[in-house]
Each structure stands twice: as structure tokens, then as C-alpha cells.
């Protein structure tokens, strides 16, 4: 069974432009969770979709945002990126309903940099 | 709000044992995850703990104690591929809460 895939992998922005990130689940794996990775912070909760609904959501601001299609891949956007922004933007899948306490499997991450 | 506290770094010989502390402090708490990350790779799930006591899986083992707010990760006959980041997540407010992890160092 392939893994968590996310697109692209590697990323150069520069401050004020917009940028959107892919993630596709693991096959049946409906709940998409996204998270934000730097080295001082570690890793924060962004937002989590289920059936195309966000679910639950971390304490980021409005320019993060996501959705999720009819086949759980899920895509965030990020809006007047900033320096801070640059991180490692990570996807996790799990398999059902049962929200924060199901396991989840991460994908490969994607490499934001902010110019 | 959630508090989660690891050590930043340790560092442990090959074919030791080690303890990663976790302590937390979470609303809603339902259960404590390990997971395991390498440099420049996806975190990948170790263990999971919802009730008290330890769980055993080969060379790894968790422990969890709910009313401590206290887990660790146990590593035994430590080898060089075992070097990552752990991270300790909890589950509270409907959310899931990573501490900023541990870095392990396993040296010859």
C-alpha cells in the first residue's frame, strides 16, 4: 500500500506571494491532519479534515488555510507569506473517524522556503 | 493550554539502554504517542499508551502514567540506526500536541 504522498517536495517563495501544498493520503485513510515543523517550535497542529470538513483546528492565522476533496486529498494554502512561514510543512493520514487518537502516518514533508 | 517537556538531547552507547522522559500537562487528555523521526525524514509511529502500565514492542517499551501526566520511551541494545529525534505527542482538545523532542545520539 503506497504511503502519505506530498507535492512538491522542495519550494522558494518570496514574502507576499501565495503558495499551495498537496497531500494525498494513504488509500481509505480519510482524516488528513497538517503540521508545521521548525526547529525552535517542533511540531504544531495546523488543521485536520475529515469527509471534506475541517474538524479541528491550532492556534495559526487566517492566511493558513486548507480543504479536502471527495478522495481525501487535502491541499493548504498559505496567503502573503512571510519570513517566519519557512518551514517543513508536514501531512499525516489516519484511518477513521476516531480524530486525534487514531495513528497517523506522515508523509515526506514539503520544504517551504520564504525569500 | 498544553505543556509538553522532553530533554532536548541525549546521547547513549551502542548496546545500552535508554529513557526518554515525557511529562505533559493537557485537557481531554485520551492518549500519549512516540514517534520516531530521522534526520530529514517524516516522523514514523512508534507506540501508543491510553491506559496505565508499560507496553512492549521488541526493543522498544512506553510507559505511561495518566495521573503523573508522566510517560517515557524505553530503548534497549541501542544500535547506530536508533540516532533520531523522538517526539512525544499527546492528544487533548480534540487536537494532537507534539513536544518539541528529543534528540538521541547513539555513539560506538
Known amino acids: 500500500k503506497a504511503g502519505v504522498t506530498q507535492t512538491p517536495r522542495y519550494l522558494i517563495k518570496t514574502r507576499g506571494q501565495q503558495v499551495t501544498l498537496s497531500c494525498s493520503p494513504i488509500s481509505g485513510h480519510r482524516s488528513v491532519s497538517w503540521y508545521q515543523q521548525t526547529p525552535g517550535q517542533g511540531l504544531q497542529f495546523l488543521f485536520e479534515?475529515?469527509?471534506?470538513?475541517?474538524?479541528n483546528k491550532g492556534n495559526f492565522p487566517g492566511r493558513f488555510s486548507g480543504r479536502q476533496f471527495s478522495n481525501s486529498r487535502s491541499e493548504m494554502n498559505v496567503s502573503t507569506l512571510e519570513l517566519g512561514d519557512s518551514a517543513l510543512y508536514l501531512c499525516?493520514?489516519?484511518?477513521?473517524?476516531?480524530?486525534?487518537?487514531?495513528?497517523?502516518?506522515f508523509g515526506p514533508g514539503t520544504r517551504l522556503t520564504v525569500l | 493550554g498544553q505543556n509538553i517537556d522532553q530533554p532536548t538531547e541525549m546521547t547513549a552507547t551502542e548496546g545500552a539502554i535508554v529513557q526518554i522522559n515525557c511529562t505533559y500537562q493537557t485537557s481531554g487528555f485520551n492518549g500519549l504517542f512516540w514517534y520516531q523521526q530521522h534526520a530529514g525524514e517524516a516522523p514514523t509511529f512508534l507506540s501508543y499508551?491510553?491506559?496505565?502500565g508499560l507496553e512492549e514492542k521488541g526493543r522498544f517499551s512506553s510507559f505511561l502514567s495518566r495521573s503523573k501526566g508522566y510517560s517515557y520511551l524505553l530503548l534497549k541494545e541501542l544500535q547506530m540506526k536508533d540516532s533520531a529525534s523522538y517526539l512525544c505527542?499527546?492528544?487533548?482538545?480534540?487536537?494532537?500536541?507534539f513536544g518539541t523532542g528529543t534528540r538521541l545520539t547513539v555513539i560506538p
Open positions: 499525516a493520514s489516519s484511518l477513521s473517524a476516531g480524530g486525534p487518537a487514531d495513528t497517523q502516518y
Open positions: 505527542a499527546v492528544t487533548g482538545a480534540n487536537n494532537l500536541f
Open positions: 479534515y475529515f469527509s471534506e470538513t475541517q474538524r
Open positions: 499508551n491510553v491506559l496505565d
